[in-house]
């Protein structure tokens, strides 16, 4: 984990001593409502249905008990006693007074967090992979990339007034678990044939009211221009993306207007004018980095644990457990845990404080003290090892955290919606918990497989609805709530945008609505298939049929 | 006289600045004026004739480009903020300061509030005219809101990671 030095510090606490001076003259009448808006919202605060929100930073989604404890005492201290983990890898306070806010940001700066650049028209978080460092098909590390984008962006003067909110993904793996292909940057650390680091980039990928996935600019990027060629990017799109709609000032629109390649030659044109400038990364900060990503001493396993994988043959819980919750590990004989969020009836992504303070100390007794937060809106413990798996499930299963159901259809990806967002047209955690409780049968779930179903209450599609192999979407239609259902949407390499299904459902209908797709895939599905498999073999139409047969 | 921030101080202002409908039968021989891109594209010959000093202002949809060969025209170069949320106008404080080599005043105009000044600054402003109902000189301490800063640009060309 990146550990602050002094600069890194000083940098936090002079941002939290500006805000409390920028709070300050709110309250005092020395600043309008509209001149304050960006100055809270680059420190993620929204003012929200009923409280203010706050978005804190996660960068690249890694966490410690350390910082998990301060947590669970902000939400105590300043909150209502629980936080929910955001599609971004974010952490999210609803209901903070804004007069605590400078308070909170001084207690984050002490554990070395703050909510920076976590909205507003700026760079946002990187986000990657949650099996970062550890996953088994990983081939380069992508957190000390994501932490030198995150010092290179964090007050970048020329881009905190962009056209739109930005946002970058790296992933470093052969799956792609970071969704590179719908962010605005998307990042793929790869070898050339010479065997030397580079990326590739994509741009103009995203969600949000007109869904797009990122196209390549450039094949490989050698790493020690990654800076130079980000700001060669952000330059073009802060010159010429468009300002006159905000509905159409994301990168992607640009990309599109000009054309991938004709955009591709704007920033080669506009990056030989900085390449090779003192912004050019150097071996001596990519290795001062790269050191805090070292893997820890792991202890040495031939292979499997041979007592997990008994209990595994003996207890189905356990098994069950196991087969969605535990991933593979590039050390033998350790694995990465995800803690499920997603119990029935809570809202995807919740935590209490007691549950963090959990989730800290199964992070120092079982995982070094490290924690990871997911898009998925899940927490992962990055070191486990196999022979620790059972005591684990016990004791995350007394915490809340050991649903089974990781990548099942009841893992749902869902914003907060209505309930608390001011942006959204529609409720959406009511849904997901509609749903949740009509598949709240293990077997049955299993039986259904792997399957992703984001639920985003508006357009700007926080839930992630378009890459959902189900998404749905919450819009209003003359003051009332009403659901589009989107099918075959996918992240990961092959990423792609789901398409509608058909006129859009009362929030009553949505059980059983989903419950018919269902059933059609199962009546189709060959026994190698998964949701998403079915859908694109057999199509839209016999899906669309048996939804809407019961209308007539 | 109106107050602006200059080289971190609030000095009062010499200049008139015209705006984009001024024609050029309003000016005067003597005088120190800033122009609209527009009447410098236009009537170039006849500005640099006068006795008073020169200055050229851009709004936020034009280009650096536009005057990159003409900089030793111009002892104030201003770039005008529409609105405070429009940043484009860093990128052209930055390409005339980082790639033209502009030396002369760099000032910004407009929607030019405290909590932008910073950022201003590190692109390469160095006047800061504030909107008329904010004080400069309460105005000044937000130049120096960081002690320290990440990423290279025009006020310190070596990112952090070459000075730690």
Redesign the interface.
Known sequence: MYIYDEYDQRIVEDRARQFRDQVRRYLAGELSETEFLPLRLQNGLYVQRYAPMLRIAVPYGVLSSQRLRKLAYITRRYDKGYAHITTRQNIQLNWPNLEDVPDILEELASVQMHAIQTSGNCIRNTTTDQFAGVAADEIIDPRPWCEIIRQWSTFHPEFAFLPRKFKIAINGAREDRAAIGVHDIGLNAVRNEAGELGFQVLVGGGLGRTPMVGAEIRAFLPWQHLLTYLEAILRVYNRYGRRDNKFKARIKILVKALTPEVFGEKVEAEWQNLKDGPATLTESELQRVSKYFVSPELESFPGDDAGYLDKRGSDKGFNNWASRNVHPHRAPGYAAVTLSLKPNAVAPGDITAEQLEAAADLAEQYSLGEIRSTHYQNLVLPYVRQKDLYELWHKAREAGFATPNIGLLSDMICCPGGDFCSLANAKSIPIAQSIQEQFDNLDYLYDIGELELNISGCMNACGHHHIGHIGILGVDKKGEEFYQVSLGGKSGRDAAIGKILGPSFAANQMPTVVQKLIDVYLEHRTPEERFIDTYERIGMDPFKERVYAADH | MRLIIKDNQVVPDTWELLPKDATLDQLTNTGDVIVPLAMWLEHSHALKARDGRLGVWLDADE?AECIAEDLDSFAVIALNFPV?????N???A?LLRD?YQYQGELRSIGDV?R??L??????GFNAYALREDHDPHAALASLQ?????????TDQ??????R?
Do not use: I, K, T, W
């Open positions: 280009e405070f949320s429009d940043g484009r860093y990128s052209n930055r790639r509030l909590d932008q910073f950022f201003m600054r590190r692109c809101d960081f002690s320290e800063v990440y990423q290279a640009a060309p070596l990112p952090l990671f070459r730690r």
